[in-house]
């Protein structure tokens, strides 16, 4: 079976607070989704781009809510290509880990009631998570994208990047304030999921408090 592809359709100027990007809109072979491509600068043929792979949070990027750190991230990323002059933010339709707005909303639920994120995904009968990166890697390939410096706390982004072949010369952090209502979720991403967060007093006593 032959593996998936991505077309780009179309891209179009987007002004921006963060200055002028190019929206770029993929179709694929592999799901229904409409994966997206924001980039500034030029990109193609270059090395170590600034780049971000972002999972699509409803609640985050468009609510703004305090839940996690999506939508503060998002912002970051751009203020930081916008910064440099050039980088790529590629838009992944895949909400809540892969799960779902649905799901998501469901998990929301169950982590009120004292789950934390991971066992309100298990409980629910998925994956801690569900994403994949293979579509990135080919939009990053038909962006001609050599390589990157990825912002990112997730090694397991790093990792499935590589593996598709898009070679990550660094990892660039994306450390966002802790508040009240994400201490919990971001705790446990650095404890159970491996993320490369700096353990701060709020996040040692939110996770203290869970064990």
């Not at 990157?148 to 010369?169: C, D, F, Q, S, Y």
Request: glycine letters at 6%.
């Amino acid at each position: 079976m032959p593996k998936p592809t991505v077309t780009r359709m179309t891209c179009a100027r987007i002004p921006t607070k963060y200055g002028d990007f190019q929206l770029c809109y993929y179709t694929n072979t592999q799901d229904k989704k409409e994966h997206l491509a924001f980039y500034r600068g030029t990109v193609s043929e270059e090395d170590d781009v600034l780049v971000r792979i972002h999972s699509e949070c409803f609640t985050g990027d468009v609510l703004s809510s305090r839940r996690c750190d999506c939508g503060e991230q998002l912002n970051r990323s751009l203020e930081l290509i916008a910064d440099e002059g050039e980088g790529v933010l590629v838009y992944l339709r895949q909400e809540g880990r892969g799960i779902g707005l649905l799901q998501k909303l469901r998990a929301y639920n169950l982590q009120d009631q004292g789950y934390d994120t991971v066992d309100a995904n298990l409980l629910l009968g998925h994956s801690v998570d569900e994403r994949s990166y293979y579509l990135a890697a080919r939009i990053l390939e038909d962006l001609g994208v050599k390589s990157v410096r990825l912002m990112t706390n997730n090694p397991l982004k790093i990792n499935a990047l590589e593996a598709e072949g898009i070679r990550v010369h660094v990892r660039v952090p994306l450390e966002i304030a802790v508040n009240s209502d994400n201490a919990g979720y971001l705790s446990t991403k650095a404890l159970r999921m491996d993320h490369l967060l700096q353990l701060t007093p709020a996040l040692r006593s939110k996770a203290q408090s869970a064990s």
